[in-house]
T-cell receptor, first 112, second 115 residues
Framework: QKEVEQDPGPLSVPEGAIVSLNCTYS??????FMWYRQYSRKGPELLMY????GNKEDGRFTAQVDKSSKYISLFIRDSQPSDSATYLC????????????FGQGTILTVHP | NAGVMQNPRHLVRRRGQEARLRCSPM?????VYWYRQLPEEGLKFMVY????????ESGMPKERFSAEFPKEGPSILRIQQVVRGDSAAYFC?????????????FGPGTRLTVL
């Protein structure tokens, strides 16, 4: 079983839609949770990170963590074609905070 | 305010040759991480280094792979006697580091192709 599971999609939505991206994890030691965005043939770009459970909002993006169910979510409001990318969830904690464990990534396409 | 720099961006090697990938962290960052991304797979952690120290190499293959981060100069990921299965994108990230979690910022990657 992978420590972080993510539905690879692909996910296709119309412009303006609310996008919900989700991951689950199995390692109870994880305390830090991140979302990265990766455009084709580029490096991952950090979008959000949260510590433990709770919500965090930044512009059109909201990250949620529910440690009781080991569930991580990213919501994108008013999605734009420029949001089309692969979204990677990641987690860290336990004995090595330096090691990020990534999900497989979800491919998102926002069509005009 | 340069970000993480990696070179070369593309590297082609024949089986059995050596590949050297370089990473310069962001200004003010003293912690470096290497990840590998195979086709159709997510990013996999390889190694975590500070200046002159390997902190965590739990993701490094036991043979042919090594990494260093010298006192002066960039971090180097070295792959000896490359095989076709080493073809992947290799990403470097850096952070300020010290203790606990620190945000990791990624470079553009080096795409290694083994012929």
């Amino acid at each position: 079983q992978k420590e972080v599971e993510q539905d690879p999609g692909p996910l296709s939505v119309p412009e303006g839609a609310i996008v919900s991206l989700n991951c689950t994890y199995s390692n109870s030691a994880f305390q830090y949770f991140m979302w990265y965005r990766q455009y084709s043939r580029k490096g991952p770009e950090l979008l959000m990170y949260t510590y433990s459970s709770g919500n965090k909002e930044d512009g059109r993006f909201t990250a949620q963590v529910d440690k009781s169910s080991k569930y991580i979510s990213l919501f994108i409001r008013d999605s734009q074609p420029s949001d089309s990318a692969t979204y990677l969830c990641a987690a860290a904690g336990g004995t090595s905070y330096g090691k990020l464990t990534f999900g497989q990534g979800t491919i998102l396409t926002v069509h005009p | 305010n340069a970000g993480v720099m990696q070179n070369p961006r593309h590297l082609v090697r024949r089986r059995g040759q050596e590949a050297r990938l370089r990473c310069s962290p962001m200004k003010g960052h003293s912690h470096v991480y290497w990840y590998r991304q195979l086709p159709e797979e997510g990013l996999k952690f390889m190694v975590y280094l500070q200046k002159e120290n390997i902190i965590d190499e739990s993701g490094m293959p036991k043979e042919r792979f090594s990494a260093e981060f010298p006192k002066e100069g960039p971090s180097i990921l070295r792959i000896q006697q490359v095989v076709r299965g080493d073809s992947a994108a290799y990403f470097c990230a850096s952070s300020r580091g010290a203790s606990g979690y620190n945000e990791q910022f990624f470079g553009p990657g080096t795409r290694l192709t083994v012929l």
